[in-house]
């Protein structure tokens, strides 16, 4: 089956430490994207990447990183810097040029520190 | 920041009835995406529409593009129980960047 996979589904984090949430894609697309969203709200973008290698910030990077070693995988690490970190986090695939065509997404990592 | 506002918040209908929902805009942008999203789930994408486009369909959904009053509306015909979800319009505005609404939670009761 093709598609976007993300884990864990649930993950708890204490204060101070880092976290790395795993997004893997086997559609072949070029274009990966993380969000993050907050109870009541849409989306705000992360990261982005267009090709191995090469990433760029989004509206809301602060806090966190990201590596794009191979087209397949996009993991998101949520560092001790970001204040604020609970929230549901979505990444997503698309083909072709970054943000043109229709993302999927992936089902989700909700994040909790204690 | 958020670009893409949708209208209303929330909406609840009957089965079978239509829902429109509406989204509008600030900056000049290349498409418009709408997506729908079950409670606690990713996101499905259900309709782009092109700056260059006025209206799309797709099964039950029509979605309508304005550019001259920066607004969008998804029309959901002949509702469903299943169609029980919060919908959200995405805009690429052609700076490198996606923004989403903050989304209209529909209730379809059967």
């Known amino acids: 089956d093709g598609g976007i996979t993300q884990s864990p589904k649930y993950l708890f984090r204490k204060e101070g430490q880092n976290v790395t949430l795993s997004c893997e894609q086997n559609l072949n697309h070029d274009a990966m994207y993380w969000y993050r969203q907050d109870p009541g709200q849409g989306l705000r973008l992360i990261y982005y990447s267009q090709i191995v290698n090469d990433f760029q910030k989004g509206d809301i990077a602060e806090g966190y990183s990201v590596s794009r070693e191979k087209k397949e995988s996009f993991p998101l690490t949520v560092t001790s810097a970001q204040k604020n970190p609970t929230a549901f986090y979505l990444c997503?695939?698309?083909?072709?040029?970054?943000?043109?065509?229709?993302?999927?997404f992936g089902p989700g990592t909700r994040l909790t520190v204690l | 920041s958020q670009q893409g506002e949708e209208d209303p918040q929330a909406l609840s209908i009957q089965e079978g009835e239509n829902a429109t929902m509406n989204c509008s805009y600030k900056?000049?942008?290349?498409?418009l995406q709408w997506y729908r999203q079950n409670s606690g789930r990713g996101l499905v994408h259900l309709i782009l529409i092109r700056s260059n486009e006025r209206e799309k369909h797709s099964g039950r959904l029509r979605v309508t593009l304005d550019t001259s009053k920066k607004s969008s509306s998804l029309l959901i015909t002949a509702s469903r129980a299943a169609d029980t979800a919060s919908y959200f319009c995405a805009t690429d505005e052609g700076n490198n960047d996606m923004r989403f609404g903050a989304g209209t939670r529909l209730t379809v009761k059967p």
């Open positions: 900056t000049s942008i290349n498409n």
């Open positions: 997503a695939s698309s083909a072709g040029q970054i943000f043109y065509n229709e993302q999927f």
